[in-house]
């Protein structure tokens, strides 16, 4: 919007126009002339009455769009002293006219980056001809110039000829490093702004002398290396910004009183190590970053903090901070609290946030935060967003007291312990546009009609709590929701969403809905995401034409009939649990475009694998698993699939041979055949598959030796044999480290012989040293949406004799069956698993094994705190007599003519 050009009066006199400054001698001639941020569009060219101000000293442009190639005509203006050009829209090679205006001091050339790339360029001249004719340059912006030139070319060329520059502003120039030690000599360097160029080097040492340095931004520089401590020393310093340097290592120093640090600027870089207590004795900080991805800032959150009277924006999220939240009351400003994503503990006092009146965002999830919410955070009538999702709060959510006048955006209380119903208050909140009280222990009764009341709600996620929602009634005057998460919520019918025509997810699985899923669903046209698993739906109304459709959950259901044919670009689909009959059709294949998941598991499907499957490209995890199948195994499915990582067929009745197809660029993490009855070897080809980590065989017919073709896989987790007509011995010939990761191995009821392979065993380090100790599952999930949608493995173990299906696998679980086998000799001396064993406390109860004859697994223990280790080893045939001791009493005897014998090794 002009302000300046509105006010010019012709019958006036120029020199009192704003935006324009005369001389002082009386000779009335035009000296300064500010047009920035005119709303000026259109070209200036060379024959403007602009360029005939021969007495220009300062010309300000900036903030225009004049859309045009830069006029040759600034040449004629040689008294500049200042020049502004800076997001003006000119285009293209800045003209070599201008290296006639020597008088220059400041020149500011610089743009916003877009699109289309930089708006100026130097080439002609370039940077080294443009600085050695401008020597007077004492501020020099040319942000967003394509310069392209070597750290070398460059730095000398700043440093040779422009001795007294102040500012120096070049990012995203496309320069690359390193920054030359020539640099060195512009001590009156005040201001340095590099960020956006490839400098791909260490941050050199130098940059600590400069005596009147004020600011430092090199963020986004490919920098490396170890940052120098004694720049944060440097008295003058108050901007330092290093953010999105992912390779940039550093800590911080002690600070002292006398340094002038106002911006921290370190997200996304990878320094370390604690904030110093002494980091409260910058009293002049006002905002600070250490943001991760890359830092792993550990210890406690200084309680000198407190003392940052100036502080109005922190954030530390995504860190390794332990210990307790200190307080921030005395920040008077504080807008911007983000301590999400570290480990941070304890209760925090109401007393934290009181007489903070400008506070806006608070984010305090993903810690173990505990106790109540703090009420007096409820009470801040600036907040707009409160954030305190993944921790251990409990109680009861406090109730708003200043509801009218609230400005409240977002209310995220997700994944806590909170209990009680929620307060009246939450639905006076008018402006809030996001509700997230999923996963609590909420109680009571809500009718979803009552966020009438909310007219500006979009996010509601009420799922995983103890209370009950009811759907009845006239939903025509609801908000209009974008995302609705409502699983496990006792529904006992849909509600009627036919108006909700923004909604793009919806959630409404693990519920008691029944019947058909309503035809009017295919009127929403913008979903994205719809998940009615774990219901009692037994038919579809209509085909789900959702021409935006995603992601689609139906499992666990009892739907019946052929198979719905999905969306054409579907990215995950799951059939499984259900009653679905007759065959995949045909054509499936044809549908899915960018399909990732498929699933059609449990189900009673016949016939045979369409070839269409085969002409995906994407295609991830495909599990067919638990139906009447039959025919061969198509080769194309392994051999055209490139990105397949999971294919489970398990208990189906495919027969003939498993396809020698596997290609070099295999990436399979899961092949699950079993149940089958498939013939011939194990093929060849299946070594290419360098990544996969469980292969089940089992229960098939397959008539083959060891696999030892295998032995080079060292990411195997899970080797099912079982039940097969596998023989020979088990032994790898020269091998020193087969499988370390070895969790689970069944070869039980096949014909391998001889000894066991005493070094073959240790190798399994997975399984001596229990493998990894934290309570993960082997899981894939193709969409990297963790705890939502991913496909998890199984395996069915035997214990005393019993089959046991795993319908997850614990990464702490390790099992080896080598039972039914014409194995002979003495049992391996696996010492690890026998200093499992010692490792229970002897504060627990003690260990027997007896009873013999019955073939038990006796060792009963006391489970205090978490099982790391659960170890089954099973042997069938002829035992020698093995004695285990330990220190102290306790001992384990096993006889020869024991027939079936199984440890259990627990380790707390």
């Known amino acids: 919007m002009s302000t300046n050009l509105v006010m010019w009066n012709p019958s006036s006199d120029c020199c009192e126009w704003p935006g324009i400054s005369c001389d002082i001698g009386g000779l009335d001639r035009v000296i300064g002339l500010d047009l920035s941020n005119e709303s000026i569009t259109g070209g200036l060219d060379d024959s403007s009455a602009l360029f005939r101000l021969q007495f220009l000293q300062s010309l300000d442009l900036s903030s225009n769009s004049f859309s045009t190639a830069l006029p040759v005509g600034f040449a004629n203006l040689t008294d500049l002293i200042s020049l502004n050009l800076s997001n003006a829209g000119f285009t293209g090679q800045i003209p070599i006219e201008i290296l006639k205006l020597t008088r220059l001091v400041s020149l500011d050339l610089s743009a916003l980056s877009f699109p289309g790339g930089p708006a100026l360029k130097l080439e002609k001249p ?42 120096l502003s070049m990012s995203n120039c496309y320069l690359s490093g390193p920054l030359d030690a020539s640099l060195a000599k512009l001590q009156s360097l005040s201001i340095i702004r590099l960020s956006g160029n490839n400098l791909s080097a260490p941050v050199p040492e130098f940059l600590a002398n400069y005596s009147k340095l004020t600011a430092l931004q090199l963020s986004s520089c490919q920098l490396n290396g170890i940052f120098p401590q004694a720049i944060f020393q440097v008295p003058t310093l108050e901007i330092l910004d290093l953010q999105y340097n992912k390779f940039l290592q550093g800590s911080f120093p002690e600070f002292h009183q006398n340094l002038s640090l106002r911006t921290l600027l370190l997200r996304k870089t990878n320094f370390s190590g604690t904030l110093p207590q002494s980091i409260g004795e910058l009293q002049k900080l006002s905002r600070i970053e250490l943001a991760a991805e890359g830092n792993s800032f550990t210890g406690p959150i200084p309680n000198s903090m407190a003392n940052l009277t100036q502080l109005f924006y922190l954030d530390l999220s995504s860190n390794m901070f332990t210990g307790t939240l200190p307080s921030f009351r005395k920040s008077k400003n504080l807008t911007y609290v983000d301590v999400s994503h570290n480990q941070l503990t304890g209760e925090i006092p109401s007393s934290h946030w009181e007489g903070l009146r400008s506070l806006t965002y608070v984010d305090l999830g993903y810690n173990v935060f505990s106790g109540s919410i703090p009420s007096s955070l409820f009470a801040i009538p600036s907040l707009q967003r409160i954030q305190l999702s993944s921790n251990r709060f409990g109680g009861q959510i406090p109730e708003f007291p200043n509801v009218s006048s609230s400005l409240l955006d977002t209310l995220d209380l997700s994944s806590n312990k909170l209990e009680g119903p929620i307060p009246s208050s939450v639905f006076g909140l008018a402006k809030l546009n996001v509700l997230e009280l999923s996963s609590n222990k909420l109680n009571g009764t809500l009718q979803l009609h009552w966020i009438q009341k909310l007219p500006n709600l979009t996010t509601l996620g009420l799922s995983y709590n103890n209370f009950t929602v009811y759907a009845s009634g006239d939903m025509s005057s609801l908000p209009q929701i974008k995302k609705l998460r409502l699983a496990s919520c006792h529904l006992g019918m849909f509600p009627d969403l036919r108006n909700q025509s923004e909604l793009f997810h919806l959630d409404l699985s693990d519920n008691l809905i029944s019947g058909a899923v309503p035809g009017w669903i295919s009127e929403l046209s913008l979903l994205q995401y719809l998940n009615l698993s774990r219901n009692l739906l037994l038919d579809l109304e209509g085909p789900l034409s959702l021409p935006g459709l995603s992601i689609l959950d139906l499992h666990h259901n009892q739907l019946r009939g052929s198979i719905p044919v999905p969306p054409s670009f579907i990215t995950y689909v799951d059939y499984s649990s259900n009653n679905f009959s007759s065959f ?21 499907l016949t016939g045979a694998i369409p070839q269409s499957i085969c002409n995906t490209e994407w295609l991830q995890v495909l599990d067919l698993s638990n139906n009447s199948l039959s025919g061969g195994i198509p080769s194309c499915l392994i ?75 060292s990411s195997f987790r899970v080797l099912v044999l079982r039940n097969n007509m596998f023989s020979g011995l088990i032994g790898c010939p020269q091998i020193n480290g087969t499988w370390p990761r070895l969790q689970i191995v069944d070869l039980a009821f096949n014909h391998f012989r001889g000894n066991l392979a005493d070094i073959f065993l240790k190798t399994w380090e997975g399984m001596m040293k229990g493998g990894n100790r934290n309570l993960e599952y082997i899981t894939y999930d193709p969409l990297k949406l963790t705890n939502e949608l991913y496909y998890q493995d199984s395996i069915t173990v035997t214990v005393k004799g019993l089959g046991v299906e795993l319908v997850k696998i614990l990464t702490v679980f390790t099992s080896a069956d080598f039972s039914s086998n014409n194995f002979e000799g003495p049992i391996p001396d696996i010492k690890e698993a026998r200093i499992l064993a010692e490792e229970l406390k002897e504060t627990e109860e003690g260990s027997n094994i007896g009873d013999e004859d019955q073939c038990a697994c006796l060792l009963t223990f006391a489970i205090r705190s978490l099982v790391t280790t659960l170890v089954f080893i099973l042997f069938v045939h002829q035992l020698e007599v093995i004695n285990y001791s330990s220190k102290g009493p306790r001992s384990y005897r096993i006889n020869a003519t024991v027939s079936f014998v199984c440890f259990v090794f627990v380790t707390l």
Not at 678 to 698: F, I, M, R, Y
């Open 584 to 604: 995949i059709p045909p054509n499936i294949g044809n549908y899915f475009n960018f399909t990732l998941f498929f699933s059609l598991s449990n189900n009673r």
């Open 639 to 713: 051999e055209r699939i490139k990105t397949l990582r999971v294919l489970n067929l398990r208990r189906n009745n495919f027969d003939g041979f498993i396809p020698d197809k596997f290609p070099r660029s295999c990436e399979l993490k899961t092949l699950d055949l079993s149940g089958n009855t498939l013939q011939g070897q194990v093929p060849k080809s299946l070594a290419n598959c360098t990544v996969l980590e469980v292969l089940d065989l089992g229960n098939n017919q397959i008539n083959d030796s060891f696999p030892c073709l295998l032995k080079t896989i």
């Open 126 to 167: 370039n940077f080294a001809t443009m600085v050695q004719n401008l020597t007077h340059l004492t501020e020099l912006l040319l942000d967003g110039v394509n310069i392209s030139a070597h750290g070398n070319d460059w730095c000398k060329a700043l440093s040779s000829s422009l001795p007294n520059l102040r500012v």
